[in-house]
């Protein structure tokens, strides 16, 4: 008997009153300086292993979750600077084992009329059974921290 795949996505959209330019490129290469601004969830991120801003990097998030200190190793999988695309493939740490086999956020970023832009947010996650929960609380975080990063632009 075929077992049934336990793909889901949860979306989002963020919107931000910097250009599509100026968003695409703190997403892409300055994700370093979230804890600047945001430490009391995302205490820490650190570049593991490539460069900034390339495919293939490989960074460290050290953030709080439902109360828990948790730690999880993210790649930047695909890094489209003509399209505004960008990938991010969980490869390791609390967010995969014991819930999810795959977990990615995936964002396509445009413009918007006023200058601003928007950010059109997946996550695309394989549950490793039923039981396991939505990444509801995940995806709030996710909310929060594009709002903390668009006011943080705006200062700039």
């Keep these: 008997m075929a077992q049934l795949s336990l793909q889901e996505k949860l979306k989002f959209d963020a919107e931000y009153k910097v250009p599509v330019d100026k968003i695409?490129?703190?997403?892409?290469?300055?994700?370093?300086?979230?804890?600047?601004?945001?430490?009391?969830?995302?205490?820490?991120?650190?570049?593991?292993?490539?460069?900034?801003?390339?495919?293939?990097?490989?960074?460290?998030?050290?953030?709080?979750?439902?109360?828990?200190?948790?730690?999880?190793?993210?790649?930047?999988?695909?890094?489209?600077?003509?399209?505004?695309?960008?990938?991010?493939?969980?490869?390791?740490?609390?967010?995969?084992?014991?819930?999810?086999?795959?977990f990615k956020f995936v964002v396509q970023f445009t413009p918007k009329d006023d200058g601003g832009s928007l950010g059109n947010w997946t996550l695309v996650y394989e549950k490793l059974n039923e039981n396991v929960p939505d990444p509801i609380s995940l995806r709030e975080a996710c909310i929060q921290l594009n709002k903390a990063i668009d006011a943080y632009l705006n200062q700039a």
């Design 24 to 102: 695409h490129e703190f997403w892409s290469s300055s994700l370093g300086h979230i804890p600047k601004f945001c430490r009391d969830t995302f205490h820490n991120i650190e570049l593991v292993q490539g460069r900034w801003g390339n495919e293939g990097c490989i960074h460290k998030w050290t953030y709080s979750l439902d109360g828990k200190v948790l730690t999880c190793n993210s790649m930047t999988e695909t890094l489209d600077y003509k399209k505004k695309y960008i990938t991010f493939n969980v490869i390791g740490g609390d967010l995969l084992e014991p819930y999810y086999k795959s």
